[in-house]
């Protein structure tokens, strides 16, 4: 199985600041044929299911701000937030699906400081 | 709209059995992977198992093989996750979770609301 590991495990960042969080998965999630990573982003906030944000890595789900983007590739990951707002504290975790069973992170939790 | 809802909260004790659904609208819910996702009370989330109902194609993870059983009905658009003898740490949230393509295990972009599980004596 691969195993997903995410840091750091919470992050407090001042409204406007940039907030970053990495995730490594333990083999590659690039599939050679289509040069695509199989890795997603979701955000969770309290009493609510996850929600997709970045697929393919970098990829942006429809409707998430342009202030989240995602980037890396083979086994190192980041997810960015380029000016945190309020409604940004949650849990975000990273995912791969490259293969079953398609594993997350721990989850990061970002606050505002 | 496409949409899981999923099954009400449910209390149990210790050995008892239970089955919980995610029933899927909007879309054509035979062509559509769908997943179970549990989430331990103030922890992570954990990929448990997926299924395809169009032919019943069904993965587990090595984690809750044998500790559970994935089903889907397609005549009434509904995927199931059940449990024959409940422990104490079975008590989380669990969510089932759709693929955004057909017939492709990919990103999950629709997610059930979450259904309560609390085992308790």
């Known amino acids: 199985d691969i195993v997903m590991t995410q840091s750091p495990d919470s992050l407090a960042v001042s409204l406007g600041e940039r907030a970053t969080i990495n995730c490594k998965s333990s083999?590659?999630?690039?599939?050679?044929?289509?040069?695509?990573?199989?890795l997603a982003w979701y955000q969770q906030k309290p009493g609510q299911p996850p929600k997709l944000l970045i697929y393919?890595?970098?990829t942006r789900e429809s409707g998430v701000p342009d202030r989240f983007s995602g980037s890396g590739s083979g086994t190192d990951f980041t997810l960015t937030i380029s000016s945190l707002q309020a409604e940004d504290v949650a849990v975000y975790y990273c995912q791969q699906y490259y293969s079953s069973p398609g594993s997350f992170g721990q989850g990061t939790k970002l606050e505002i400081k | 709209e496409v949409q899981l809802v999923q099954s009400g909260a449910g209390v149990k004790k210790p050995g008892e059995s239970l089955k919980i659904s995610c029933k899927g609208s909007?879309?054509?819910?035979?062509?559509?992977?769908i997943a179970w996702v549990r989430q331990m009370p103030g922890k992570g989330l954990e990929w448990m198992g997926i299924?395809?109902?169009?032919?019943?194609?069904?993965r587990y993870s090595p984690s809750f093989q044998g500790q559970v059983t994935i089903s889907a009905d397609k005549s009434i658009s509904t995927a199931y996750l059940q449990w024959s003898s409940l422990k104490a740490s079975d008590t989380a949230m669990y969510y089932c979770?759709?693929?955004?393509?057909?017939?492709?295990?990919?990103?999950?972009?629709?997610w059930g609301q979450g259904t309560m599980v609390t085992v308790s004596s």
């Open positions: 979770a759709r693929p955004s393509t057909t017939g492709t295990i990919d990103a999950f972009d629709i």
């Open positions: 299924i395809f109902p169009g032919d019943s194609d069904t």
């Open positions: 909007g879309y054509s819910f035979t062509n559509y992977w």
């Open positions: 393919w890595a970098s």
């Open positions: 083999q590659s999630v690039l599939y050679s044929s289509s040069n695509k990573n199989y």
